[in-house]
């Protein structure tokens, strides 16, 4: 029997509470400290990848971005996270699409995805999102990235992951986008476990 990264996704949003997942974070700081560091205007039009029903979103809006969206597998996962939001979810755009599918009929100027790329393990599937982030962010759009790296750990939810260091992070990267930074974290999850990111920043070339 193949394997349904959408049915995967669905049974972990149907089955698991919002605080009962490894990537569970009240406030998402690393996140926002980069629209903090690289001055991201109110008006940038953002698009978080796997968003999922994480608090990323909730947070933007706080601070007062208004053209927002979120991408997830999951329609479970975008459907909690609409029901939290109550009122305010209408201002953002909501996308219930498989990323390494994704046809994007908008530019983004942000390209933010905490733990998803890590999660394409076919070398066809990444170079299909490689090629939708390139398209779909515009020139000198800024594209954020946060993996498992080397010292993470090889699985999450039950399937394998692809780890990550800040220089194979950056070569994967290397046709169309700059580097700006990369650097390690660690990620103290719900269940007192410590799990090691790098996050990185590129800008989108020019080109």
């Known amino acids: ?32 400290s980069f629209f903090e560091e690289f ?35 999951s329609a479970r996962a975008l459907e909690r996270a ?17 990323i390494t599918l994704f046809k994007p009929d908008q530019k983004f100027d942000v390209w933010h995805d905490r733990a998803v790329f890590h999660f394409l393990t076919d070398e066809e599937d990444i170079n299909s999102y490689i090629n939708t982030a390139y398209q779909a962010i515009n020139p000198g759009g800024l594209l954020i990235i946060g993996t498992f790296s080397t010292d993470g750990p090889t699985k999450c939810s039950g399937i394998p992951i692809k780890q990550y260091s800040d220089t194979t992070l950056t070569e994967m990267f290397s046709n169309g986008f700059t580097k700006v930074n990369c650097f390690y974290i660690d990620h103290s999850t719900p269940f007192n476990t410590m799990q090691n990111f790098v996050f990185c920043s590129f800008k989108r070339d020019n080109h």
Do not use: C
């Open 82 to 98: 609409q029901n939290r939001l109550g009122p305010d979810s209408v201002k953002i755009t909501w996308l219930a699409e498989d």
């Open 39 to 73: 001055d991201v205007q109110k008006t940038a039009s953002i698009i978080d990848i796997g968003g999922g029903d994480s608090f990323l979103a909730d947070n933007l809006l706080k601070e007062g971005y208004n053209h927002i969206s979120v991408l997830d597998i």
């Open 1 to 32: 029997m193949s394997f349904s990264r959408k049915e995967h996704w669905e049974g972990i949003y149907d089955t698991k509470k919002l605080e009962e997942v490894s990537w569970f974070q009240p406030k998402p700081t690393t996140s926002l």
